[in-house]
């Protein structure tokens, strides 16, 4: 093969560069219409809430080739956030996702070196990263690359990660190695997911009905948590159902170094705890973690919403 030629490329070459990015799993499938019909399903039943941008680029989400025409292949890529070093132990809780950097910007910036390291090599390699920032549906690509199968409580479960894992995809004209095989979801009889949920969000048939989410409301709801909804002390994402999972239980662990901006959350935490938070202080973390999500005035909301339960 000539650097000028990059119709085929190994996916072990793929993978030597993510694991230099700090990816756990990588995995390849060739684009084609999705032939499913769980998203229809879900909207049908409202389980979006107010979330009516998941009504939008309906045929982009399910024809991938209509909203990157030049792509032969999706390359998914797994990092895990399962680390030990988050806080747990305030009264006001924020899942573990967002207690370090915002993993939109980080992973982004990691597929966009491989792209780069790629593309010194094949000269005209043409390709996009995604990470949770275009009408794509992740999850179900993961699970055609390999990567892992789709619990009970919807998220993707991996063999050896768990689910404490961010999604990032690079939609590339070049073919490799795929993933041919049959996945195996490996959730069996076990319904922990479904039973920790204390507002009944995660229904029978392993979808999320939005509205019952804590996640939801703590997040994607911009108006007051109802009074009888129970956060379980949370003001921002849940960590309950993922928590409870066996296959998170005996997931391989990371080290994250990112101490700083868990340090940043830790002083957050505190002086929410003693009514000492300001704007000033919110807009810090920010800056840097998946909380640019929401605004000051919804976190505060959140907080006050816990209060009434304590």
Avoid at 128 to 145: G, H, N, Q, T
Avoid at 152 to 158: C, D, I, P, R
Wanted: proline share 2%; glycine share 4%.
């Amino acid at each position: 093969m000539t650097e000028e030629n990059s119709k085929y490329i190994k996916l072990e070459e793929i993978v030597a560069l993510s694991q230099k990015q700090g990816f756990c799993v990588v995995g390849a499938t060739k684009i084609e219409k999705v032939e499913n019909d769980f998203l229809d399903s879900w909207l049908d039943k409202g389980y979006n809430a107010s979330m009516k941008y998941m009504e939008n680029y309906i045929e982009l989400r399910k024809n991938p080739s209509l909203l990157v025409p030049y792509a032969k292949t999706i390359l998914c890529f797994l990092m895990s956030y399962n680390d030990e070093r988050v806080d747990n132990e305030h009264i006001f809780k924020i899942a573990s996702y967002a207690q370090r950097k915002d993993y939109h910007f980080v992973m982004k910036e990691k597929l966009r070196n491989i792209i780069s390291s790629l593309q010194e090599k094949y000269t005209d390699l043409q390709a996009i990263a995604f990470v949770d920032s275009a009408p794509v549906l992740e999850r179900y690509w993961a699970e055609k690359c390999g990567l892992g199968w789709k619990g009970k409580n919807s998220l993707l479960v991996n063999k050896e990660y768990g689910s404490k894992v961010f999604i990032g995809e690079i939609f590339c004209n070049i073919t490799t190695d795929y993933f041919e095989e049959q996945i195996i979801n490996r959730c069996g009889t076990c319904t922990r997911c479904i039973d920790i949920c204390p507002n009944g969000a995660i229904t029978k048939t392993g979808e999320i009905d939005s509205k019952r989410c804590i996640s939801y409301q703590t997040i994607e709801n911009k108006q007051e948590i109802p009074y009888t909804f129970d956060t379980k002390n949370y003001i921002y994402g849940c960590d309950l159902c993922i928590e409870v999972c066996p296959w998170n239980k005996k997931a391989k662990k990371v080290d994250n170094q990112d101490i700083e901006t868990k340090e940043l959350m830790n002083d957050v935490l505190n002086k929410i705890s003693e009514n000492e938070l300001d704007r000033t202080d919110f807009n810090k973390l920010k800056k840097v973690t998946p909380l640019s999500r929401i605004k000051y005035d919804k976190l505060i909301s959140n907080v006050e919403n816990v209060k009434k339960r304590l």
